[in-house]
Every structure is written in C-alpha cells, then in structure tokens.
C-alpha cells in the first residue's frame, strides 16, 4: 500500500472510496479508535456512524486502545476532545475509566470541576491520578524553581559597604571597576566594593497568589498549587495561597500537599476579585517587600471601580502586584481587555506565563525588576 495514501486514509476517515485503500490489522484498529471520536457526529455536524456510547467499560476500553496506538501527547488531546465533544463527563466518575486515563493537567482540571459530585468510590482513582500530576510537574518545575528563587533573594542582598573581607564579592568588584584599570600596575583599584549580604534565617519576601477559580483557569490552578507549594518549601519566603470564585478560601495551610489543596478547590461559578484582593491585602504585613500575584481572566462579577482603587492602594503601600492571564501552556487566554488595560494604566503588568517562564518572573520580582519589560523580553525570547 501507498504510504501517502495510508496516511490520508486514516486522517480522512471513512471507507476505502475516497482513497482507494483499505485498512487492515493494526491500521484498522487505529482507524476504529480514531472513527469512535471524530466520526460520531459528537458536534452535530456528522451524519457518520459510530460513537463511544454512554457505557464506562467500553470508553475504559477505548482510552486503552488509544494508549496502545498514539505517543501520550496525542492522547492527552484525544482525550480532551472526548470529553468536549462527546459529553463523557459523568463517565469519568467511573473508577475503571480513571485507571484507563492518561494523566495530564486538563484531566486535573475537569476532575477538580466533579470534585464536588464525585462518589466515594471514585475518589481513591481520582486521587491516585492527581497525584501522578502532581508529582511529574513537581519534578519538573522544584529545582528551576528553588535556583530562581535563591539566586535572586542572595542578589538582592548585595551590600556595598560589606564589613570584612570574606564578604567581598571580588568578581563583581572587579567587573563594576574595571574602568578604573591601571595598565602600567596592571591592576584594578576598587573605589567601590560589592559585598554579600549576611544570609538572613528570617522571611526576606512575602509572597501572596490569588487564584481565580473559574472554569477556564483550570490548568492555572493546577500548576498555581504546585508553585505555591515550592515556594512554601522556602524559609526565606512567607508564601499565601488563596483561591476565589464569590467566595474566598484560604488554603495556605494545605500548601504542604497540592494533591489535598487542589481537591479544597472548587472549580466554576461567578468570579469577585475585588472580594479577593481585600482578602489578601488583609495577609501582607510588609508591603515593600511583598509580591502580591493575581491569577485570573479579570471577568469582574464583584465591584470594577472598587477592585481598582484596592490596587492602586497596593502599589502606593509598596506591594509588587502582577496580574497572570493564565499559568498555563495553552497559548493566548480570554480575558478582560478592559480590564487588563485599566492595571496597565496603573503600572501593573497583566499577561500570560508559561510554567517553565515562572521562575524566572519570581526571580525578576523580588530583584524588583521591571516586569513589564521582563515580560516583554520574555515573549521575544519564546516567539524565536
């Protein structure tokens, strides 16, 4: 068989008239995967048979098929196009279709939004997937996360009247003073040192994130709480996480377990930041050295004009505030245009960051770096 052909057969779908080919074997299974989802008419915009059914065994079935047959990041959009498109929500209540699952942030996200009609017996499968998340993006984002973190909070104790020798930075010294190079001594006079700040036991930073429940920050939230439990990790730091829809809970004290944080989330309903915001003005205690993070798609349900004035009080007081579009690799977020540009106007960036992107925006934070234009070399870098 033509290989061109083969391909277009399976990306096409259907019989072998179009084509010419027909399938067999292991092809043929591929294409009875691939029919079960896109050929059901899941949009309303087929008339082609075919379907998973409303029976949890059989999609179990299907998501093991699947694995079998494509690398796991196709997969992962297989399965984030069933759940759209063919209404499998409830099917996922099942614990013998969360065995079958390929774990991944979206399937966190619709998991969390069933947390609260989830039955017993499925909370042991649900659990166990989260966790295996959790735990990847862990491994993945801690230690990027920690060398940020520390390396900025060492910088940003730099002293330039360090009071012994051993505090003298002498690489740096020597770089800020090069122009003061002697060639007939061929040495470098110092008329200004850079020392090391005496490393402090005591928090240096407060830092607050503010996550917006919604439905559409989903995958922010997941990768908000793994974060927020790095940044917990850190004595150096004095981390709050809070999360919002109408109502405001505080789940600091879960931020040794994400797993558990993240099933204290509820994810949907209506959204009031301003609610959220004077929360958490109410949790920094030293503002000049706080880093407050909104996390949200900005839809204000609350009170606009009084959400606003809160941030203006914020930055006046010497509070650090950025504004996230999402925590996410998804791309360009919906949000509020109008708002995002009334907290520009303010001086407070708003845009959107990727998880890898994030500890870098920590470390250009407390650095006190501008972050409009960290933000800006940052998308520069991405986009090449």
């Excluded at 579009?325 to 360009?332: C, I, K, P, V, Y």
């Amino acid at each position: 068989m033509d290989e061109r052909l083969r391909r277009w057969r399976l990306v096409l779908g259907g019989d072998a008239d179009g084509t010419g080919c027909a399938l067999g074997g292991t092809d043929a299974q591929m294409d009875g995967a691939l029919a079960a989802l896109y050929n059901s008419g899941g949009t309303g915009e087929s008339e082609r048979s075919g379907g998973l059914g409303a029976s949890a065994p059989r999609v179990a079935r299907w998501l093991g098929d699947i694995r079998s047959y494509f690398p796991s990041t196709v997969v992962q959009v297989m399965q984030k196009d069933a759940v759209e498109r063919l209404n499998l929500t409830r099917l996922l209540l099942e614990p013998e279709m969360l065995e079958a699952v390929e774990p991944d942030v979206h399937m966190v996200g619709t998991l969390l939004s069933l947390n609260r009609v989830m039955p017993e017996k499925a909370r042991e499968s649900a659990r166990a997937l989260v966790r295996k998340v959790v735990s990847e993006l862990e491994r993945r984002l801690t230690q990027k996360t920690k060398a940020a973190v520390t390396g900025a909070l060492d910088r940003s104790a730099r002293t330039h009247r360090p009071k012994r020798v051993a505090d003298i930075d002498w690489d740096r010294t020597i770089r800020a003073n090069l122009k003061n190079y002697l060639p007939e001594r061929n040495t470098v006079v110092p008329s200004r040192l850079v020392g090391y700040g005496r490393r402090q036991r005591a928090v240096q930073r407060e830092v607050v994130l503010c996550i917006d429940q919604s439905g559409s920050m989903a995958a922010s939230v997941v990768y908000s709480s793994v974060f927020g439990a790095v940044l917990a990790s850190m004595r150096s730091l004095k981390t709050s996480l809070v999360v919002f829809d109408t109502a405001v809970v505080d789940l600091t004290d879960q931020l040794h377990d994400p797993v558990e944080l993240l099933f204290g989330t509820q994810l949907g309903g209506g959204t009031d930041i301003n609610r959220a915001i004077a929360y958490s003005q109410g949790l920094i205690t030293r503002p000049t050295d706080s880093i407050f993070i909104l996390i949200s798609d900005l839809y204000e349900g609350g009170v606009r004009e009084e959400m606003l004035r809160r941030v203006a009080q914020m930055t006046a007081a010497g509070v650090q505030v950025i504004v996230l579009l999402a925590l996410s690799d998804e791309g360009a977020p919906f949000y509020d245009r109008d708002n995002a540009a009334a907290l520009a106007a303010m001086g407070v960036p708003a845009f959107a960051c990727t998880p890898d992107a994030f500890p870098g925006l920590m470390a250009a934070a407390i650095e006190r770096r501008d972050i409009g234009q960290w933000a800006e070399r940052e998308l520069e870098r991405t986009a090449t």
